[in-house]
C-alpha cells in the first residue's frame, strides 16, 4: 500500500524519512518544490501538484495529512477532496481541534471518504524513529492501516482510542498534562536556583532520570538542556503555546472541571510573553492609592 | 490620658494629627529630629528621646508604637521596656505578624507590662480621618482605651476581636484579602484593555462605584488612578508585597487550607518583580528539546 | 415614553416596581398569566400577550427584555421581531453574552430595528431601589432613554460604554472580578475559621465594612450572612456559576490574558459542586503505587 | 563496612534486604522486636537495642537512619548520639526537612560526628532493587560510602549534590516536581472521563508509556492503577500530602519564588481531604444576600 504524505515540514518530512526506512511505500507532496527536491535528494517520490499525488495511489487511496493544525487542514481538503473517489481514506495526523476532526469527518463522509485522526506524540525524534500514535477512526478503517501504524510507532506506542476525533482528543489531553508537567518542572529547578545550595544543575536532572519517581522522557531532556547550557543563560524564559494547552483548558471550562494545574501552567505562558501587565500597573496603582506606596515610574524600569 | 506615639513615619505622624484633631494629649516621639520638628510644627509635642517620652507620661503609661514591622518593633521594645513600670499599657499598632505579638506580649507580661495589638487599615488617609482598627488584648486594656480608640476610628470602625495577637490575625486575614480583591481587579481591567471594546477605564470603574456588586474603597480608588493617568502609562505594573499577603498564606499551609486566589495573588506579584524567570528558560529550553521550537535568544528579547 | 417589559422574573419584576415607582409609564409582559397578575395587583399594567403589549406601545417602541440569558432571549426576539417596525428600539437588559448581542444587534440592524445592551448590577435590590447599568449600544439610541435609565440606576450608577455590545462586556467582566472578590473574603474566613483566635465572623465583617481598605458591598453582605447565621451551620458551600465568570476567564483565553484569580475562583466553584474527583482517584491511587500510601476506600469515606 | 540501620518500616526494611542482596553486611534495628524478628526471618542481624547496635559496629561507624520525619529522627538522635564517637557517621535517609538536617548537622559536628542526608527517591520498590539517591555531605565522608551508596541505586541513580542539608532539599524539591507532574496526570484523566469520548483509560495510559512526550515513571504507575481498576471504581479521591510538597512551597514563598502549579497541587490535596469548605459556605452565602440564589441546605446534600 502506497501512502501519500501532504505536509514535509518538521514533523511531515520526518516521518517520510521513518516510512522510507521501514520500507513503506510513500509520495510526499508539498507546495514548496524545494522541500519536494530534498525529500527526493533522500531518495523518496514527491511531488508539488496535488493531481500528481492523487494519480499515483491506488484506490483505495491512503493521503496522511500533516500540516499545521486549523486553516491549514482545511485548504488542504478544499483542494483535494475534489481529487478523491469515494472508499479512499484521509488521516490526518496533525495537532487538530478534535471538534475540527469531528467536522471534517462528518463532510467527507457525505462523499464517501473516510477520515481518521492520528494525535502523533514524540516530537521530532518520534516521527523519525518510532512515534507514540493515538488514532481515532472505525475500526474498519483502523484495520486497513494497523501494521503501517505499527511500523512507525516504538513498541507499545499505537493504540486504537475511539471514534473520529478521539485521537485528537487524547493528543490534546496529552499535552495539557505535558504544560504541566514542564511547569512543575520549571519551578522546581526555579527554587533550586534561589535556594541556600548551589547546585549543578545537570547533575540533579541526572540523577532523577535514575530511578526516581520523576524519571521520564521530560527529565532527560531536561538534563540534556543542563548539558548543552548549563544555567540557561542563552535563552529568554519566552514560552509560546501552541494550542492543545489552550483547547485542553477551554475543553474542562465547557466540562465544569476543575484544572488548576494545567491552567497555571498556560497563563504562566502568557505571562512569559509579556513584557509588563497592565493588572500589574492596576494593583500598583491601588496600592500607591490608599498605602502612598511609591510605583516604579515606567523610566526607572 | 496622654498617649506617648512611638515612630512618625507615613503612617504614624497621621495618627497623631488624627489624636490631636481630637482633642487627645498626645506626644510624638522619632528617632529623627526631622520628623520630631515636623510633629512639633503641627503644634503637637514631640521629642527624640525615648526617656523624655517616658518622663512625660503619668504612669500606668500608655505607650503606641507605629513602626516597621519585625526588627524595629524589637528595637523599640529592648530600649523602651527597661523604662517602662509595671501595669503600663504599650499598644503596637503597626503591621507585626501576629506570632512575634504573641512573644512579645509574652515577654512583656512577664515584667507586669501590658500589651494589646491594633491591626489598622485604611491607609494614610484612614490614618488621619479615620481608621479601622482590629483590636487585640484583655477586655480590662481595652476598656482603658476604648473612648480614645473609638475616637480615632470612624464610626463603626472599632473592634475588639479577642485576646493579644487576635487584632494582628484580623488585620493580616484582612490584607490577605485585599491582596485577592486587587488582583481580581487588575486582570478584570487586563482583559477590557485587550477586548475588542475601547472602553473608558475611569468611567468604567467610576460606574462600578455605585450600585454594582463590585462596589467599594478599592473601586473608588481604582477610578481615582485611572482618573489621574487614563492608561495607567506613567508606571510600571511591579508590585511589591510587605509582608500580610505572604503570612495570610503561609497561615493557611499550616492550616491545610486552600487558599488559591490569595496565593495566585502573591505570585502574581513576585512574578511582576521578576524580569525574566528561571522556569520560563526551563519549559522553553525543553520545548526546544523535544519540538525544535525555537527559544527567543538573550540578545533578542 | 411607555416602555414595555418583557420578563418579569425576580430581576424584571423590581424593575417594574422600580420604573412604577419613579412615574415611569410601563407595560409588563409574562408568558405566565400569575406573574401578570401579581403585577396588576402592583398597580401596573400588564399582558400574557406580546400582540398586546405591542399594540399598546407608539411608535418608535421601546421594549425591555428581562429574561435568562441564551435562548430564552432568542425565543422572545424570534416572536417579538415580526411585531416591530424599523426605528423601534430593542433593549437586552439580562446577562447575554457579548457575542449573542453583536449577533442580534446585526440581525435586528437588516431590519433597522435598533438594539441597546444592558449590563445590570446590584442585585434585586438594585433593581428595585436603585441599579448600576452599563449601557452598549448607538449614541443616538442612549440619548433616547437616557433620563429613563437615570431614573433606574443610583446617582452615578449609569453610563454607555460604548457601542452594541459593549454593555454585556462590561458587565461580563464585573462579574468576574465579582468572582475573584468572593472567593478572596471566603478564603479568609476560612483561615479565620481554622485560626488559633476564636473570632466572631459578624463582628470582623462588621468592622471591615467601616474605614477598611476592603469596605464595600461585598462586606456589607458577608456581614448580613453571618448575622442571620453565625456559623453558615445551615448552608452548603456549594457553590453555582450562572455563566458571566467562565465567559470571563473564556474571554481572557481567547485573548492570552493570564487571569489566575479569576480562574481560581471559577474552579474553585466547579470544585463545590463534586462530592468526589477523578483527577483526586488517579493521584490516590499513583501515591498508592510508588509509596504503598493507603488508599481511603470507597466504603470508608 | 558494617552499616547500622535504624527503622524497619516500609522502606527500611526494603533497604535491608537491598542491602543484604549486594553483600553488604548491615544490622538492623528497630524498636519492636516483631519488626526485627522478620529481618532476621530474612537472614539478616538485627536487634531492638541500640546499644547491641552500636557495639557491634567498629569505629569509624556508619549508621544509617530510616525512620519518619521530624521528631522520631530527633528521638532517635538523642538516644544514639551518647553512644558515638568522634568520627561516626550518621546518615539520615529520610524524609527530613532540610533546615532540620542543618541543625542536626551542626549539633553533631560539635561532638565530632560527621552527618550526611540521603535524600531516597523510588519509593518501596526502589528501595529494594535500586534507589535514586540524592546526597548532601562533605566529599571525604561522601567517598568513605560512595561504593555502599552506589550498589543501593541503579545505574546513574546516585548523585553527591552539595553539602550538608544539600540532599533532602533536591528530595524535597523532586516531591514539589513530583506533586505538580501528579495532578497534571490526574487533571488530565478527569477531562477525558467527562469528555464526549468512552475512552479507556488503561489503554490511553498504556500507549502514552510509549514513545510519548509525558513516558515515565508515573505513567507507569498510572497504567498499573488503570488495569487493577479500570475506573478506579474502589478509592475515594482522597489524597494526603506527607511534607515534602508542603515544604516546597514553603521554601518558595520564603525566597519569592511563584509556584503557582506546586501550590495548586497541594490546595487540591488539601481541598480532597475537606467534605464541604466554609470558604464555600461563604460565597454561597453571598450569593443568596444580593442576588437570591438558593443556597444548597445542610440537609439535602
Avoid at 511531515?12 to 535528494?41: C, D, P, T
Avoid at 467536522?103 to 494525535?119: N, P, Q, S, Y
Avoid at 501504524?149 to 513498541?155: F, H, M, N
Avoid at 482528543?169 to 541556600?196: D, R, T, W
Wanted: with cysteine; proline share 3%; glycine share 12%.
Amino acid at each position: 500500500m502506497k501512502i501519500g504524505l501532504i505536509g514535509l515540514g518538521k514533523m511531515g518530512f520526518q516521518l517520510a524519512l521513518n516510512m522510507h526506512e521501514r520500507g513503506q511505500s510513500v509520495i510526499g507532496y508539498n507546495r514548496s518544490l524545494q522541500k519536494v527536491k530534498a525529500l527526493q535528494a533522500a531518495g523518496i517520490a514527491g511531488t508539488n501538484s496535488l493531481e500528481n499525488l492523487v494519480k499515483q495511489l491506488d484506490q483505495p487511496r491512503r493521503i496522511w495529512i500533516m500540516v499545521s493544525a486549523g486553516a491549514p487542514v482545511d485548504a488542504v481538503l478544499t483542494d483535494l477532496t475534489p481529487l478523491l473517489a469515494a472508499g479512499d481514506l484521509v488521516i490526518d495526523g496533525g495537532n487538530s481541534h478534535y471538534r475540527d476532526t469531528l467536522r471534517r469527518a462528518g463532510e467527507l463522509k457525505e462523499k464517501g471518504i473516510h477520515f481518521m485522526d492520528i494525535g502523533t506524540s514524540g516530537g521530532i525524534e518520534g516521527a523519525r524513529h518510532g512515534a507514540c500514535m493515538m488514532v481515532g477512526g472505525s475500526d474498519e478503517d483502523f484495520s486497513q492501516v494497523e501494521e503501517v501504524l505499527r511500523d512507525l510507532c516504538v513498541p507499545g506506542g499505537l493504540a486504537h482510542v475511539g471514534p473520529e476525533g478521539a485521537g485528537h482528543y487524547v493528543k490534546m489531553i496529552h499535552n495539557g498534562i505535558e504544560y504541566g508537567m514542564m511547569q512543575a518542572i520549571g519551578e522546581g529547578f526555579e527554587i533550586l536556583k534561589e535556594s541556600p545550595f548551589e547546585v549543578d544543575y545537570a547533575q540533579v536532572a541526572e540523577v532523577w532520570r535514575h530511578g526516581s519517581v520523576i524519571r521520564g522522557w521530560l527529565m532527560d531532556l531536561t538534563q540534556k538542556a543542563f548539558q548543552e547550557d548549563p544555567d540557561l543563560a542563552s535563552i529568554k524564559g519566552v514560552v509560546h503555546a501552541s494550542g492543545e494547552g489552550l483547547w485542553s483548558v477551554q475543553e474542562a471550562l465547557d466540562l465544569s472541571v476543575p484544572v488548576p494545574v494545567i491552567a497555571a501552567s498556560l497563563f504562566t505562558r502568557y505571562r512569559s510573553q509579556q513584557a509588563d501587565t497592565f493588572s500589574g500597573k492596576v494593583v500598583a496603582g491601588l496600592r500607591n492609592q490608599f498605602g502612598g506606596h511609591a510605583t516604579v515610574k515606567k523610566e526607572e524600569a
